[in-house]
């Protein structure tokens, strides 16, 4: 059992301690190990521990302190831009530039992304994935100098804790398996599966401070809203056609 | 150290041994563990071990034989669908009909998959991804009875391994990692890192059996091509949007 898996929790307050190089290529190294497309590994991680660049991308990340605080900033990218430089040296023409290519290089890039996460933890460290980075893309992209062909997918700070919460509360195992096909939920079964998450203290704390009447409605009128989804879809797959994946015609 | 992290071999050949309730609920319950966007969970796990529908499954996965050896197949899909009904049942109304939350949910399915992985990697079991997932995503869909707002992102197949490949070949840890920013690669410097692979054994088999010069061109011409790739990008896309994931304006 891995305990590293576990134990898992986001982190969101760091120490200044850094990280040792020796770890950092063990988590690394792990990272490379995860499956990948083909082997094709057509993905890319930057490592950002200069604080000024780091500065940056906490603002893009809507500053975010743990962006700054964490010693370790880990951009995990979709690139085909390696892959198809190396077809274009060997004779070989590169048929990467659509959508299907993009989505494949995410795949490798998120697979890689948890098994860093896994060995980090598993050496002490903390970490905490920012959901931001698909939201900021760009931004991100022009801050990391990232070339044609290459998307930021997700982000993970890295550093030793500098706090310790517990567990994050989940549905229950039946909320999110479904065994042969999918079951679909009937309305009763939706609010069995959700009865904890609705009737939590922490749910109660946050219907108070949010002044809404249901947890969901947190999500759908504070956290999540259809506006800021609309605006950064758009944006995201903009980004995706002018790195050039979304030639999705022969 | 993770050691089913620095172990892992993609497994295609299975014992018919079946996995204990007890193991795959571990499994399950890692990958219930992982990262989610907001803490929303938006992904789910159908776990598919009647043989008569892994069999169906078998035929849109380009009827690769372990997917019938295999006594479990987990397909993980990007899942709106509950979080949505959870939404409507609370008087909130949900915005998430659009690319952004489709590619959020694919980042928690992905997150959770590896978990799984590893998970059962340190269980002594093998497994292997399907890249068909994205192909045939609308095929396997109707297979599981997936509803709107569900996509499958990816499939594994899990078991006890029936053979001991080696370790895969990997670039070296230099080429997909770069620090503070990205460093666009030279012709030399693409040259150097991918001399191992163009030189290897495996690669000389290869060029001889698929009659090509370089092994990029085993991948261009052969694996991964231009055809197939635009094909598979318009029907992932169209799949997408049937499934209420590309209503990007306002």
Redesign the interface.
Known sequence: ??N???N?K?IRKYKPDTISDEIL??I????????T?????V????????PK?KEHLWESHFKQDMVKQAPVVLTF?A?F??FN???E????????D????F??A??DA??A???A???AE??GLGI??L?TT??MAEKIAG?????KN?VP??TVVMGYPDENPG?????P?E???????????S?EK??E??FEK?NSELTKQLLKENNK?????V???N?????D??F???S??DFIEKQGFM????
């Open positions: 059992m891995s590293a898996i576990f898992h986001s290529n063990k690394l190294k792990a990272a490379s190990r995860a499956s497309t083909g082997n094709m590994q993905y890319s991680i930057v490592v950002t521990t200069d660049i990218c690139d831009n390696r430089k190396w077809c040296l060997n004779n070989a023409t590169p048929g990467y659509n959508f299907l290519s989505y494949t995410s795949i998120l697979l992304a948890q098994n996460c896994i060995e598993d050496n905490c994935y959901g698909t939201y801050i990391l100098d990232l070339p290459v997918v997700t567990l994050t509360d989940r549905l195992l909320a999110i398996v479904h065994y042969d096909k999918y079951q679909d939920y309305d939706i609010k599966l959700y609705d009447e249901s947890l969901a409605q999500f759908t009128d956290r999540y809203t259809k506006k989804n609309v950064f879809s758009k995201l797959l030639n999705n015609e022969e």
